[in-house]
Each structure stands twice: as structure tokens, then as C-alpha cells.
């Protein structure tokens, strides 16, 4: 893409079926509104990695029958309790699972950053998660006297990041602040897509005060204005969750019926006021 | 000054395990262990960090998600808090489900974090209000992170101490297991055996947890719960109602 | 260190005799009044790692005998020419010299900072830097599916991490702007020395628009205030390097008498007016 | 409009090597090399992204010192320039010193990120203004960083061209080794001969390097040498004198 400024449609469009898609945790700016584009638009296929973890996001995503594959820490609605339709898909094995661990999801990520086939990290041995992750390896650390083993886990490199971020320029610099994940999950993906509250005129590199929170335009392959773009969700230092539509998308979502009515009334078919 | 609640005392009970501790981190959706690190931290000299994850204004965290995991692994957090849907007597934990992988008959949200922090910090508290030998079994089904490793493996980290609504044991990682120090007011060493699905060590006649001191419960019901509720506003409301009026009573 | 608020000569005083210290390039913020009263207290035995290169700094502490073990990609004066005792110390052998890549010092930093033994890294295969580093280590990639080697670097834990930085605030938060490598020090160092421009009465974690260029408090051993402390090297984003100061000692320092004429007279004896 | 400059004539054809690339970056202490992706960018259709390193105003990193490494690996930097102290017949730079390590008769500063970026960015351009058999070898002494690499080796990277004061070479990586593709004005084969060290091909009558065309030349007297006095103001000065009276030449 030439031009990274396009609407939410085309955003969504630009996610193709069968994709390795990255999304954050629900603190960390969740692009909600998109989501609701990728669901009107009927993505299906999808391997979705959480960027730790997840929560409506992904639960809507399976709930749809969008996602293929799901490699996760956790899938949690938080305090609004369990995530039905991600339960629900365990249950019927209608998806590949891949658990994982957060730093694991952190250090696959650092290592398509770096261009690496795999990173090392501590912990994890003694844990189940190494029998059923078997694309993790315990090697002999090459660097130990004695015998000490260490987990590597393989490079994820998504072909596309998905998040949302307050503001952009005009230049196509995303301001991110200090949810650096962010950051790593644009540096390791192939194509980063993101909506942001506003685009704003300012130039995010006229300011030394504020370049550090800047994922620079380079990284970024396609830009949708989308306010309230996490709604529900909060958006750190713009707004808070909106508890209501939380609580009755847990209710709703406990039966497959549940879920239909609601995706049919608020998830997909009527086009948010914002969008 | 009104009676005291279980929440407070959890509270209260928090605080005293982090005694010395100058960084403790506090995963997602965790307000009483959360309310525990604030107040301990506002018992001490001022100095004493708390990350609340997820939240912006307890959190001095600036390198992204990655770097709780980071300052773990450097030794910089002394406590962080876990939990289970399944906890054994040997300290390993299963958050993911209850049943064979991956047939569970129960699914829970997934591991998080714990396969990696309960190797790197070397206070981790098990936080489980819920007592029942549906949570205490022999033998987790899955174990997500094990309570105890080989001589091989590299882990300054590892369980504390568990704690839930009845009662506060320690974990003696050499023998290894689980040793009551106190239970809770209102209930008998009887009761935790008949909710124990596993062994633990006992005295006969075992003490019974401190609850806190009035000072320490002014405290609780006041600053704390003040800052807590910005990042737990439903939770803060539930237990301590508008936090100005519980600073007034 | 309870206080993190220090002067320099205590600063200096906290770095011992023998000390790994790491210190940053020349324009991401180099500590030189801390670096001269380093000087003035005579530190020996350093072993000196540079992330990844340095100029007049190690320079000056290689002229002064302070260094035993230097850990660099390079060692310059940039516009003004080769680094005269850098370049004396090795044909006199009097130092040990791990010669190094820029990345691969990042790397060693990063593996500390996440606790791990070593960090893989692409590239350096074939370089003589593998015959000249016995500590690098090639292995086959235990996920490629025919032979592939790869290269790991061994963990770099300095005891100290020394810089500069425009700003403190008086709860020991540093803002380091987008220099991030000054945060991986920190992260990677035991402990983690810090001169600052200015201590102000402003709270950094009190505008999300700043938060992102801060080193936490908690990372931080101890700040002293010192006003045009990287002279003379530039600041980013604050001043420009001392051209006819940098001229001088490029030129004093070609010879052993002249080098020691420059200490006496402007490296260390005399505090400069702002110490 | 004077007469040319070296230095512009080696602005230009650095500008005409970067023709469709979409992300360079400079390494500190190279006005030339600088001078020429800005030029390039400047002739684009604004996209093109230059980031010089130690710079502020021409630098669009924000995760620091590692950001251009990672980047690289990453496939999204498509040129960035290297020098050597030696450059052989194979593409091997020498960025260390001359004789025997650590034993050299000649040391020098060190192998920057040489050893790296070579392997990583598809399109590493050898610059150095000094066309001598000193410093074009037939062997390096000390191999920085190696010029071709075997099958076995992941390497999407390596040398594209070899720009000096008197030639530019293109780097041919399957037989491997250097062949001229034009002499500078002033220069002759003779010359280049005399003056290398290893065996190149060439054609029986070089081309001559193509000078910078008016425009061209206007644009690196005016917005490039301002834009450049950024960052180097020493460089710009001598070259260019005062920005200003430059562009109004």
C-alpha cells in the first residue's frame, strides 16, 4: 500500500482469509471496530495469535467460526467471567488449540523481530505445556558446565498485526505510548494494520517530549480513523470499558442461540454509530 | 469500627507475607491481592514498588508486556501472586482444565504467565479464596507450572505460600509440601482437612490467623480502598461501598 | 542505596575497582563529568563494555590505565579521527581486547535482560570475529530441517550501567527519551548509575504522553545532577558537542606527555565549573 | 552553476544505486552516503524513508541502539553502506587492522555492525573515497565481514556495488568478485589498474560515470546540502560553503 489512510472496510479487506493474525490483550487497545468489519466481511480460517491473551475479541472471532487455529496464554472475559463461545469450541473441537505462556508469545514474537528461527527462554520446564507444544525444545544450554536444559521456543511471525492506538499523523506515525507490545507486534509481523481514535496534523517527530511512544510509519501498512474503536473495551488514557455492553455480551454469548441474536443485533449486522 | 470481612482479612494477611519485599507485581482481575500490595506498600517507607497489570496508574512498567516477564528473570520482583483451578500438595498448579488434554470436561481460560514466574520469583503467593477439594486435589490434571524442579534446572523462583478463604500455609520446597500456619477465624483445622484433597503438615492445635489491627483496618478501608477502586471500581464498591464513606467510619 | 540522590563523587565512589560497566555511544547520552570524577577518584581494573561503540570516554579512561578488559565493536573520535589511546593501549598490549559487532553486544544485553545464558543472532558467520571470540559459540538450528548454523553470544550482565540523561524526577524516574538501549542497560546491569541534567519537581508517570520515554524508578541505584554532563559531547535534543574542546583533545591525545599535559589541565584535576 | 565537485559527483551516483529502494539507513559519521539517500528521497515520490543514525531530525527509530539491526533482519531495510580499512577481491571487508590480530601493525576503530548488516540488507554499498592498493587487497587480514557466504548460511544480504574516488564497481555474487562498470570523469582504466589491488572485470573501454545533471546538481547545492548541515554541519560547510549561497549559485 502506497497510501495508508483507508476506511474500515477496506482494513478488514485487507486481512485475507487463512491469515496468521496477531491481536493484544484487552488492556493494551483492542480494534474492535475492525473486528466488526472482519466479521461482516466473514473471515474465516483465521490463525489467531493473543498478544498474550484475549478475551471478546477472540471470543466473538470463534464464535463466528472465523478462527482455525488459536494460540494463546488465556481466553478470559475477566471479571464478566468465562469466554462461552471459546468454551464452547474446546468442547466440540471445532479449533486447533495452542497453549501457550505470555513471555513464550513475547519471546516467539522477539524472535521474527530479529529475523531468528527461535528464542530462549527460562522457565516452562516441568510443565504440561511442553508435551503439547511440541514445536517448543529443551536443548542443553551450550553455555552450562554441567547439564542444564533450557526451552526454545520458534519464531511467530504473523502476516498481519491488528491493534488500535489513539492517534496518528499525517505521515502514518502511530502513537502507541509505553504498550510496547505493540511495537513488537508490528516489528515481527509481515504488514501491521491499525485504527486509530483520530489522525491528527501534528508531526510526532517534532517533539523529542513525545517520539518515544511513536511506532514509526515504516512499520505500518494501513491506517483507519475508527473513535471509540476499542468499544467496548477501554482504551488506556481515553476511556474506560463500557461495563453494560460487557455484561451482556457474556449472558448472550453462553448459548450458541445467545450469541446469533446478539452478533445479529450488536456484533456485526448493524454498523456501529461510529463506524 | 465494623465487623471485620473476609476480604479485609485476605487483605491484611497479604500484606503481612510481603513484609520485606520492594517489588511486587500483581497479575490482571486480582483487586485482593492488589488491595495486599498497596497496603503493604503503604506501611513501609514509601519506597516500595507496585505493578498492577492492566492498570496505567499503578503501573510503572514502560517497556510493554514483555517486561514483567524481563524484570522477573533479573530478579527484581520479589512477589507476585498465582492461582488454579487445580493446586496439589506438591504446589503444581493446572489452569487449564479439569480431564485429559485436550478432551477437558472443564476448560479454563489457559496458564498465562505461570509456567514462566512460578521458575523466576522467589515469592510467589497461591491466592485461592475458593477451599474445596474441587481446588485441593492430589494430582493436578494438567500442570501448567510445577511447584517444585530438579537440581538441573535453573529456579530462583517457586511457592510461598497459599492462601485462601479458611487458611495460610507455607510451602516447604525440600521436603516438598504444604504446612498449615494458621487458620482462619471462624473455622477449625476440621474444616480444611475435610477440604483438603491433599497431605499437609500441622500442629495439633494450630493457631488461628491474626486479623488485622484497627489502625491497619483504617487504613484498608480508607487509602486503599480509595486507590484500589480506580482500578477495580466494582470491586472496591462491593466490599468497602463509596470509599469515602468507609474512610468516615 | 536508599536515597537515589547522590553527587558525583559519590557516584563515582559506587562504582568499584574492577567493575563491568557499561557505557553508551556517543550520541545516546555519555556520562563525562561522572567519567572525569571516575578519573580524579582513580578507578582501575574496569572491564569496559561498550553499547556498542565508544570515543573519547573510554578513551580517557584507556589513558588513564582504568581499563583492563575492553568489550567493543569500535572505538573512534568520529569526525576527529582515530581514538589516540585506544589505539596506544593495543599496540602496547596493555589492555584485553574482546572485539565485538555492534548487534551482538545488544544481544548479550538482551539475554541478560531476560536472565538467559546467551542470545542467538543472525549474521557473523564467516567474520573472524567467531575465531577471535571463543566465548561466541556456533550451533546447527535445532528447528531448520537440513544443517543451518547459527550463532549465540553469551549473556552481558554489567555490574554497571552509566549514562546521561536530560532529566530526573525527584521519585528517581529517568527520562530517557527514544535512547532505549539505555533502558536495556539497566534492565541487563546489576546496577544502574545515572547523571542527569536536571531533577524536577514534575511527576513522569503524570502524562501518558511522556510515560514512554521513562526508566522507572526501581531499575535506578543512583542520579546525580550535573548540568552539561555529557560535555563534551553533545545531548541530544539539548546541546550540541564542544567542537573546539573535541579538536583539542583528539590532537593533545596523540602522545603519552600530551594526554597527561590534557588530564592535568582539563580531564580531571580541575573540576569544571559546573561540578 | 560551477564545476563539479567530487563530492557531488559521488552524492549522485550513491542517489542512482538506491533507485527503487523504499528504507536506507546511514551509519553516524557518513555525510556522503547521508548526502546521497536524501538526494534519492528527494527525487521520489516522498515515501522513501531515510533514517541516519546518531542523527535526531533524520532519524525515525524509537526502540533504540538495536532498532536498525532487528529492522535489517526483518527485510525492511533494503541499503545501507559499509567501508573497510581492506576491501579484497571478494567482497571481504577489514574494518579491524593490518598484520596479524591482535598483533596489528595498523589497528583501527573496530567492525561496527559490519559483521551484521552485511548478511542482512540485500543491498550493502562498499564506499570508500581512498582508491589504493592499500586498501584494496588482494586478501584482507582480518575478515570483519565476509563477502559471499555458503549455501548453508541464511543470508538474504550482502555487497551490491563498490563506490570509491575514482570507479564504481558493481559486486557480481555467483562467481564472486568485482566488475567495473564506470570510470570517473578524470580517471582511466589505467589508473584503476594501477591503483587496485585485485583482479576485477571490466570492459576493453569503461563508461565513464555519468555527472549529476543540473537539476540534480541544484537539488544537492541547495535543499540537500541545508538538509545535510543538520547533521553535518562541518561536512556541509567545506563542501558547500553556507547552504544559502550555495542554492543561490
Redesign the interface.
Known amino acids: 500500500m502506497n497510501e495508508p489512510f483507508i476506511d474500515l472496510d477496506a482494513l478488514a479487506a485487507a486481512i485475507p482469509d487463512g491469515a496468521k493474525l496477531a491481536i493484544p490483550?484487552?488492556?493494551?487497545g483492542v480494534a474492535m471496530a475492525a473486528t466488526r468489519a472482519l466479521v461482516r466481511r466473514g473471515v474465516r480460517d483465521l490463525h489467531l495469535v493473543c498478544?498474550?491473551?484475549s478475551g471478546i475479541q477472540a471470543d466473538i472471532l470463534i464464535g463466528t467460526g472465523a478462527v482455525a487455529t488459536l494460540e494463546?496464554?488465556?481466553?478470559?472475559l475477566?471479571?464478566y467471567g468465562?469466554?462461552p463461545r471459546f468454551?464452547e469450541a474446546?468442547?466440540t473441537?471445532s479449533i486447533r488449540?495452542m497453549?501457550?505462556?505470555?513471555?513464550?508469545v513475547?519471546a516467539g514474537l522477539?524472535a521474527a523481530e530479529k529475523g531468528l528461527p527461535f528464542m530462549p527462554?527460562?522457565?516452562?520446564?516441568?510443565?504440561?505445556?511442553l508435551t503439547?507444544r511440541p514445536d517448543w525444545r529443551v536443548i542443553d544450554d551450550p553455555f552450562a558446565e554441567?547439564?542444564?536444559?533450557?526451552v526454545l521456543v520458534p519464531a511467530i511471525r504473523p502476516d498481519v498485526a491488528l491493534f488500535h492506538a489513539p492517534l496518528a499523523d499525517r505521515a502514518g506515525n502511530v502513537w502507541i505510548g509505553?504498550?510496547?507490545?505493540?511495537?513488537?507486534m508490528a516489528h515481527a509481523a509481515v504488514r501491521t494494520l491499525v485504527t486509530v481514535e483520530r489522525i491528527v496534523d501534528e508531526d510526532f517527530f517534532a517533539d523529542e517530549m513525545r517520539t518515544a511512544g511513536v511506532l514509526p510509519s515504516f512499520y505500518v501498512d494501513g491506517i483507519a480513523e475508527a473513535p471509540r474503536g476499542a468499544w467496548p473495551l477501554r482504551l488506556?488514557?481515553t476511556y474506560e470499558e463500557d461495563?453494560a455492553a460487557l455484561s451482556a455480551y457474556a449472558a448472550a454469548a453462553r448459548s450458541a442461540e445467545g450469541f446469533r441474536v446478539w452478533l445479529d443485533n450488536e456484533g456485526s449486522a448493524v454498523p456501529m454509530a461510529a463506524e | 469500627m465494623s465487623e471485620i470481612r473476609t476480604e479485609e482479612l485476605l487483605i491484611a494477611v497479604i500484606a503481612r507475607l510481603l513484609g520485606p519485599c520492594?517489588?511486587v507485581a500483581v497479575g490482571?482481575?486480582s483487586p485482593i491481592p492488589a488491595a495486599g500490595a498497596m497496603l503493604r506498600r503503604a506501611q513501609g517507607?514509601g519506597?516500595m514498588?507496585v505493578n498492577l497489570?492492566?492498570s496505567?496508574a499503578q503501573n510503572?512498567?514502560?517497556?510493554?508486556?514483555?517486561e514483567l516477564?524481563?524484570?522477573?528473570?533479573?530478579?527484581?520482583i520479589d512477589a507476585f501472586f498465582l492461582g488454579g483451578g487445580q493446586i496439589d500438595g506438591q504446589g503444581n498448579i493446572n489452569?487449564?482444565g479439569i480431564g485429559d488434554?485436550?478432551?477437558?470436561k472443564v476448560?479454563?481460560?489457559?496458564?498465562?504467565?505461570?509456567?514462566?514466574?512460578?521458575?523466576?520469583v522467589p515469592n510467589v503467593i497461591l491466592f485461592r479464596e475458593e477451599h474445596s477439594r474441587r481446588v485441593f486435589v492430589p494430582k493436578v490434571d494438567?500442570?501448567?507450572?510445577?511447584g517444585i524442579?530438579g537440581p538441573?534446572?535453573?529456579r530462583p523462583g517457586g511457592p510461598k505460600a497459599l492462601l485462601t478463604g479458611m487458611a495460610l500455609f507455607d510451602f516447604d520446597r525440600a521436603r516438598p509440601g504444604f504446612r498449615l500456619r494458621s487458620v482462619h477465624p471462624g473455622y477449625t483445622l476440621r474444616d480444611i482437612e475435610e477440604n483438603t484433597g491433599f497431605a499437609f503438615e500441622h500442629e495439633a492445635d494450630p493457631e488461628t490467623t491474626e486479623p488485622p489491627d484497627p489502625a491497619t483496618l483504617a487504613l484498608i478501608r480508607g487509602p486503599i480502598a480509595a486507590q484500589l477502586a480506580e482500578t477495580y471500581p466494582?470491586?472496591a464498591e462491593r466490599v468497602f461501598g463509596s470509599p469515602a464513606a468507609s474512610a468516615a467510619e
Open positions: 490483550t484487552d488492556y493494551s498478544v498474550p491473551t494463546t496464554s488465556a481466553i478470559t475477566g471479571e468465562p469466554a468454551t474446546l468442547k473441537r488449540m497453549d501457550a505462556t505470555c513471555p513464550a513475547h522477539q527462554i527460562r522457565g516452562i520446564l516441568g510443565s504440561d505445556l503439547i554441567a547439564p542444564a536444559p533450557i509505553r504498550r510496547r507490545e505493540l511495537i513488537t488506556w488514557s461495563e | 520492594r517489588h490482571a482481575s517507607d519506597r514498588t497489570l492492566g496505567e510503572r512498567f514502560t517497556s510493554g508486556g514483555v516477564f524481563d524484570c522477573a528473570a533479573q530478579g527484581r489452569l487449564v488434554y485436550p478432551d477437558n476448560r479454563w481460560p489457559g496458564s498465562f504467565g505461570s509456567a514462566y514466574l512460578y521458575h523466576l494438567f500442570v501448567s507450572a510445577p524442579s538441573e534446572v535453573n466494582r470491586f
